[in-house]
């Protein structure tokens, strides 16, 4: 605890992202690659708005692409999409990687006794000249990530976790978390870079991140 509490003040203190992070509006570029390695490039804009914990926050996702338009809205702990104005149920894969990607984040982590979750110092190594602190966060529902922390800027650099496929077998989930950036007294990445089983299959760049901004629930 005394790592995640040192890291969280890094990131800007308990406090400061309580109040600065309540709400905002972010907005990007997500590159999605497919097994043949073809890219496809989709506008979003992410809005939230923070509630006590993470099955309590309220985000809505625009996703722009070349073809259609459509939202992923979560609220309740429900996820459900809106296409056209009339609501839908996503695939599966998109519901699956949409609270995998909210479930196993850095927010999980600066959150965790929000959460009601439970953190473990796996221990200290060195890898690529780096010396990192290695946690491991289990939550209420008994999903785990580990987290990989600089030991000299008690920033995230990356995160894994697994994913158990029905009657398959598990896929190991690397998400790594590059160029951060001071916003508003709290540090973001504004690129993350998500592997399945060692190969790329999505890159998130953000172009702009505003907190703070007065949204309404509806």
């Known amino acids: 605890e005394q790592v995640v509490e040192s890291v969280i003040l890094v990131y800007g203190s308990r406090a400061a992202l309580d109040h600065i992070r309540k709400n905002g509006v972010e907005r990007g570029k997500i ?29 809505r996702l625009d996703q722009k692409l070349p073809t259609m338009e459509y939202s992923l809205v ?17 695939r599966q894969d998109a519901i699956d990687n949409f609270l995998d990607q909210h479930h196993h984040s850095i927010d999980t982590l600066l959150r965790y006794k929000e959460c009601g979750a439970t953190v473990t110092l796996i221990g200290k190594e060195q890898q690529k000249g780096l010396e990192l602190f290695i946690v491991e966060l289990v939550d209420k529902e008994k999903r785990k990530t580990r987290y990989y922390i600089s030991a000299r800027t008690l920033r995230i650099l990356w995160l894994e976790y697994e994913d158990q496929l029905p009657g398959g077998n598990p896929i190991k989930y690397t998400q790594k978390f590059l160029d951060y950036r ?21 890159e998130t760049r953000v172009l702009t991140i505003t907190y703070g901004i007065k949204l309404d629930d509806a």
């Open 74 to 90: 979560f609220g309740q702990g429900k996820l459900f999409g809106i296409i056209n104005g009339a609501a839908f149920i996503p």
């Open 182 to 202: 001071p916003v508003q007294q709290t540090w973001v990445p504004y690129r993350t870079v998500l592997f399945e089983d060692g190969r790329q299959t999505q």
């Open 31 to 59: 590159t999605r690659f497919n097994a043949q390695g073809t890219a496809e490039e989709t506008n979003y804009e992410r809005r939230f708005i923070r509630g006590e914990n993470l099955d309590k926050d309220q985000i």
